[in-house]
């Protein structure tokens, strides 16, 4: 019979390149580009993001994944603050059906959230018992969130990097890198996820 692997716990280990190089090919199916380890010293946490959720996004106190339902900004500086370590997760998308709730725009959310979170499976494989998801867009594993009934997929529900007051943009200066907003509907633009690791 054959011994099970046996994995050790990783504290501040760092993420070696092979397990980068698994956790790219694996995103890839899902539509990712890019993984970058950082340290979360560089996510730049903003209440206006909160005010954007709260003001003009319609998804405010619908859904699980999005405030109110989830951590207050307080309580995100608390949380950030328990990791020294994330991986940033970049997708590449077009979505023509942006402003509109259709079986497409629904099929590419769902596909980026199980990628987000197959990784951040494969992440606790490894030994990151701390590894823990924070999702682009907002969940739409369901056509309509139970949102404030029970959710009917727990184990899948994570927050959005939007409902955790992450300035994206802000956060991307930090790690020298830029974005552009999408300009018109049908243009390609990138999509963001942070699994936060230890
Ligand atoms: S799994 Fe369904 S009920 Fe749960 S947060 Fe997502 S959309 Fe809402």
Not at 75 to 96: D, H, S
Not at 107 to 134: D, I
Not at 163 to 179: E, H, P, R, Y
Request: charged share 20%.
């Amino acid at each position: 019979m054959q011994t099970p692997k046996v994995v050790a716990f990783k504290t501040n280990a760092g993420i070696s390149h092979d397990l980068l190089k698994g956790l790219l090919e694996k995103g890839e199916k899902y539509g990712l580009t890019a993984v970058f380890p950082f340290g979360v010293d560089k996510i730049m946490l903003a209440e206006w993001v909160h005010l954007k959720c709260r003001y003009g996004c319609n998804k405010f106190n619908t859904n699980w994944c999005c405030p109110p339902a989830t951590p207050s900004p307080e309580k995100v500086r608390k949380i950030i603050e328990e990791y020294t370590t994330a991986i940033l997760l970049v997708g590449t998308k077009n979505c023509p059906d942006f402003y509109l709730n259709s079986a497409r725009k629904r099929a590419a959310q769902v596909k980026c959230w199980k990628g987000t979170l197959s990784l951040e499976r494969m992440l606790f494989m490894e030994g990151y018992y701390k590894a823990f998801s924070l999702v682009g867009e907002c969940c739409a594993l369901c056509k309509e969130c139970a949102y404030p009934g029970d959710c009917r997929f727990p184990q899948e529900k994570r927050p959005s990097v939007e409902s955790f007051s992450i300035d994206v943009i802000g956060t991307l200066k930090n790690l020298g890198a830029t974005s552009k907003v999408q300009s018109h509907v049908g243009a390609t633009y990138n999509y963001y996820g942070i699994i936060l690791l230890e």
